[in-house]
């Protein structure tokens, strides 16, 4: 064991030597040390550079997974888990290197219990996979982020998406974790049964902490029966601030959508390129709604009676699946549709999230900003929860364009927090909202989760350097 | 300040007396000593023993919390946070004496925020209280266990009640706290935006922590907008089988009940007697439909279709306010209604939850081992999340009655538990379920609570000998 006032900073050679040597021996070909595998383990998504493990495990069960802590245990290594790599904030590096443990072999479906509407799945399984198999039984899983990301990713980033705002995010829809915890022990952290009042809320703790409490190896989430009745909707608007009124009435009425999603005029052209749509290029609603035939129809009826109230309108109807799907896949491809505008940058995605009274005025002024900095950046959001993204290209090999857009996220942030909202929404803290920690939460707040890391992980070894300083 | 290594028993009168001078000197008027304010801050609900603090501080506000808590931390004193009295598990006893702090009057609502549907509270608000204050808006808060409990005290045993099936739960419905903390500082858990991956979620570990972290000082809530039709209905069944069958159809069927309790035939005979209702003396279910008109009736009728399939029915409608004021109040009465089928005995009041697959087995073998063990104890549930209660009457006075009536309470959590449930779905742990934390949860989990409480109250000030044992 490290002594309990080790420093949090990289662990010396010797140790992750020493550490490698007996993960080989324990877990052998599960074990590699290949650089190119080591960097498609760290992040890829965004502006924060590649920081890659020295190794990386791929996991097989629960046990593999406190094999690889309890090694890294003793020799004070760091670990951390990986899922998908579709995370946006750094999640995935290694700032002090140490052993990634990927987890995507561990793709299985345990259980699906029909009569209780829950499933038991291993922390790989990814959300398509998981609806695929769910389908023929009439269940769906409703939280999606976009990408085809995997449950235990999603968990640890208390993800959500465009389903939030009527199915909650992975916080309302996680029953239980089978967490393996910085001594190597094997947490379970609640029953299967749908609320309880026993004791501290472990799960939600976990739900969230991206790796930096423990390593998910089992996930018992809350399953949905497919709705009778779908249909979608795009509805164009003159303006944001009519699409976000829109919203808020929308909400305030007990409207139950399914989704609501905001694309800027922006984004509309982009998608209307990309996904060959030929939606007006205006501010523009996308909308889901679930339920019976009677029940869909009307709520339909009484969202357009609200859109126009506010000079939006005509929505237009996709109740085709077909169509439907071709409508979600131009949101969800909204990444890829913002790459030809400026051949060469990357995008970055932003993520913010206000109180929704606040939502026309922080987007209204994040477009403002966008066209005084001369940048290039769509808006998508999931409204109905005050969540938005910017889609920002930069040239990440440019340092004058880098911090052009790292100043231009820092004031989007401030303009968050200023207005009551919270520097991320669904993407998580990573290393990439650290900085806004202490402005978000104040030192007291900061300070009892820097108590509970310590507290869960005395060692700094589980995804060191995000989210706490400890 | 205590040492590090103090030991968790109860301070000495000199510490206490000490406490008490510094408090009088800083509160004045709002300690009182007096023994009949002391017993009454203490339990008076359940079969366990009141054990009244030294001392009662009524606090106006969350600077008086933070003197209550800095005075009692330099003193090692405990301190236990009190609402309304009416929780169900001794969690307001002061088994190692200390300071009780009473809530009550802080009792106001700070802001009303219509458009984000949120509203800002002190924690001594009730919550019938509250919705008469929302009423005007077309807002409500559902959360309903059934007594006028104050909101902190909800908050603070993770309470839920008849409306959860379709609202959720407290920790569904809590966006942020202000909580002071066992070092008297002020911890803000969240923004009021409606979703957050900005770090640990301090908000649900703060929900359901019984004062054992900290006393929460300010609440904000999630609202609703009040439904435009809200339908009630009772329909009886055959057997308790087909009730529960019925229920797990509905659920599963996606049908939005906001309401779905059952009770057994003995409940329904006491609900009659007391209420002066005329229902059929067998198993039923109450129900509520919220939503549009159309809606609602949809609803109703798809209800009505899936209890004729497992020989329930016909349903009898209430559509007025009046009518469906005076069901719902036979249902919250039904603590009331037990008590002259045993007069002179008390009425304690059991909280199990199961996976609802098991729930009619659950219920089942809970009545047979009511009748084999010749108890009285009628049976309510919201069972659309699994959750029962049994009201069972006891003469606490007769050793050889209460031993008996322990003996049940615990065949009943571990028959729960063997089901894949908990011990408490919504009263909480109190003291009276500490003893089954460690079979429901595990050795791990429990040490990981244990943890966790040593890192946000290293002394063991806050609430001592709840929950988990430190």
């Known amino acids: 064991m490290l002594p309990a006032d080790a420093k949090p900073e990289a662990p010396s050679r010797n140790r992750v030597i020493s550490a490698t040597e007996e993960l080989k021996s324990a877990l052998d070909h599960k074990v590699v040390t290949n650089p190119t595998v080591r960097a498609q383990h760290a992040n890829v998504t965004t502006y924060l ?4 493990a020295d190794l990386v495990v791929f996991a097989e069960s629960t046990q593999d997974v406190q094999t690889v802590v309890r090694i890294c245990a003793r ?20 700032p002090r290197g140490g052993v990634c443990v990927d987890l995507s072999r561990m793709n299985r479906i345990l259980a699906v219990n029909t009569a209780d509407l829950d499933c038991v799945i291993e922390p790989g399984v990814t959300r398509k996979r998981l609806n695929e198999d769910l389908r023929d039984q009439g269940l769906f ?32 829809n996680v029953l239980s974790l089978k967490v393996v915890t910085a001594d190597g022990e094997v947490v379970t952290t ?3 049964a749908r609320k309880s009042s026993a004791g501290y809320d472990l799960t939600r703790l976990f739900v969230g902490a991206e790796g930096t409490l423990g390593i998910i190896t089992e996930i018992t989430l809350k399953l949905y029966g497919i709705p009778e009745a779908i249909s979608a909707a795009v509805c164009p608007f003159p303006s ?3 699409a976000c009124d829109t919203v808020i009435a929308t909400i305030q009425n007990g409207i139950p959508v399914a989704r609501i999603e905001l694309l800027d005029e922006v984004q509309v052209k982009a998608s209307n390129a990309y996904a060959k749509l030929d939606l007006q290029e205006t501010p523009t609603l996308f909308l889901e709604f679930h339920g019976t035939e009677a029940g869909v129809a009307e709520q339909a009826e009484r969202f357009g009676a609200l859109a126009a109230e506010f000079g939006g309108g005509p929505a237009a109807f996709a109740r085709h699946p077909e169509d439907r799907s071709r409508l979600w896949q131009a949101r969800h491809d909204a990444y ?5 505008l400026r051949p060469g940058a990357k995008a970055v995605a932003t993520d913010v999230c206000v109180p929704i009274s606040r939502l026309a005025d922080c987007v209204m002024e994040t477009k403002r900003d966008i066209e005084d900095m001369g940048l290039i950046a769509p808006i998508v959001g999931h409204v109905g929860d005050g969540n938005f993204h910017t889609t920002l290209m930069v040239d990440v090999e440019d340092p004058d364009d880098l911090a052009k857009a790292k100043h231009y996220m820092s004031r989007l942030v401030e303009r968050a927090l200023a207005m009551g909202g919270t520097s991320t929404g669904e993407h998580g803290v990573g290393q990439g909202k650290m900085k806004y920690m202490e402005a978000e939460h104040g030192a007291p707040a900061l300070a009892a989760m820097a108590a509970i890391k310590r507290a869960l992980d005395p060692h700094n070894i589980m995804n060191p350097g995000k989210i706490v300083v400890v």
Chains 1, 2 share one sequence.
């Open 190 to 192: 609640a029953t299967r």
């Open 49 to 52: 550079p590649n920081e890659p």
């Open 336 to 340: 890829w549709s913002v790459l030809p």
């Open 141 to 172: 899983f409703p939280i999606d982020p976009g990408a085809d990301a995997s449950l235990g990713g999603m968990v640890s980033t208390r993800a959500s998406g465009t389903n939030a705002v009527r199915y909650g995010t992975m916080k309302d």
């Open 240 to 242: 944001v601030e009519a």
């Open 75 to 94: 020799h004070g290594v760091p670990v951390i888990p990986w899922g998908a790599g579709t995370s946006l904030e750094g999640h995935v590096n290694a």
